[in-house]
């Protein structure tokens, strides 16, 4: 069954899924990893758990396996570039928060961008292989909500747009 079926078709396919966008971020050794994600999902009230799914090659994967805690960003209409920066395969580490408006989460020292709809600051507490990806479930232990009137940046078939209610 899965031979048969075509990865462009399944990309497609789940292409069709709308999302929001996210910065997941994490520190380690001093290191500041981001990663750009739209696997972020709330899963539990009680308790509070989220997960997100890092690609086993991306940088962030391993070092949010190591730190065990990492800050959710939610982005704005508007923050499309930061969101072109985070994804960009083998950038640079070094200064790629230079020009950032940031503040640094006070539970896990993840960096959480100023611009975003809300802010969330996790404690990992399971991971689970699954294919080329791993999913991280974390414990919510802060939460922001910087602007209260914004509006969401989305995506959908590999392309940004705007929210309409
Ligand atoms: C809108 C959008 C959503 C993305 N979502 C994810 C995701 O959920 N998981 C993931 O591993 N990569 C995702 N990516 C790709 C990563 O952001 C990108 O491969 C990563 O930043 C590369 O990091 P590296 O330079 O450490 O390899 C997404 C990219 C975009 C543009």
Do not use: W
């Amino acid at each position: 069954m899965e031979g048969a079926l075509d990865a462009l078709e399944y990309r497609r396919v789940v292409g069709r899924f709308a999302t929001g966008v996210t910065v997941v971020t994490t520190v380690l050794d001093g290191e500041c990893h981001a990663l750009t994600a739209n696997s972020f999902t709330s899963v539990s009230l009680d308790p509070f758990l989220v997960l997100f799914c890092p690609e086993k090659p991306a940088r962030l994967h391993d070092a949010v396996l190591a730190s065990g805690t990492f800050g959710v960003s939610v982005l704005a209409e508007g923050q499309q570039e930061l969101s072109r920066r985070f994804a960009l395969r083998g950038r640079s580490l070094d200064g790629q928060f230079d020009g950032v408006p940031h503040t640094v989460g006070p539970l896990t020292g993840a960096i959480l961008l100023r611009g975003a709809l809300s802010t969330l600051e996790c404690r990992t507490v399971s991971t689970v292989d699954a294919g080329d990806h791993t999913v991280v479930i974390g414990e919510v232990i802060g939460l922001d909500v910087p602007h209260p009137t914004g509006a969401p940046l989305l995506f959908y078939e590999g392309r940004y747009g705007g929210y309409r209610p």
